[in-house]
Nanobody, 114 residues
Framework: VQLQASGGGLVQAGGSLRLSCAAS????????VGWYRQAPGKQRDLVAR???????TYADSVKGRFAISKDNAENTVYLQMNSLKPEDTAVYYC?????????WGQGTQVTVSS
């Protein structure tokens, strides 16, 4: 299983970014996929998750601003991030749990300037 995260960058507060997580060795259509983030000196926290059936959950801090979606044809999961805030600055990772094991992408840096 390999996960390739991309789409991070530097953006001003109020701006938008779209992160992508492309997979090989796993079929996203059959799996729950999550986006996590980790700021310097902090733990890695769940941002959003989409189940195999398309149900979504979000951290309270991003509700109404972020949207997770899945493109089954492209085997890619997206995280659309709008109204970004400086506190959204972190490395973002995609995650797929398979048989009690977690698979992670390499992370993509998101930096939001005030």
């Amino acid at each position: 299983v390999q996960l390739q995260a991309s789409g991070g960058g530097l953006v001003q507060a109020g701006g938008s970014l779209r992160l992508s997580c492309a997979a090989s060795g796993v079929i996203f259509r059959l799996r729950s996929v999550g986006w996590y983030r980790q700021a310097p000196g902090k733990q890695r926290d769940l941002v959003a998750r989409i189940t195999s059936g398309g149900a979504t959950t979000y951290a309270d801090s991003v509700k109404g601003r972020f949207a997770i979606s899945k493109d089954n044809a492209e085997n890619t999961v997206y995280l659309q991030m709008n109204s970004l805030k400086p506190e959204d600055t972190a490395v973002y990772y995609c995650n797929v749990p398979i048989n009690s094991r977690d698979f992670w992408g390499q992370g993509t840096q998101v930096t939001v300037s005030s």
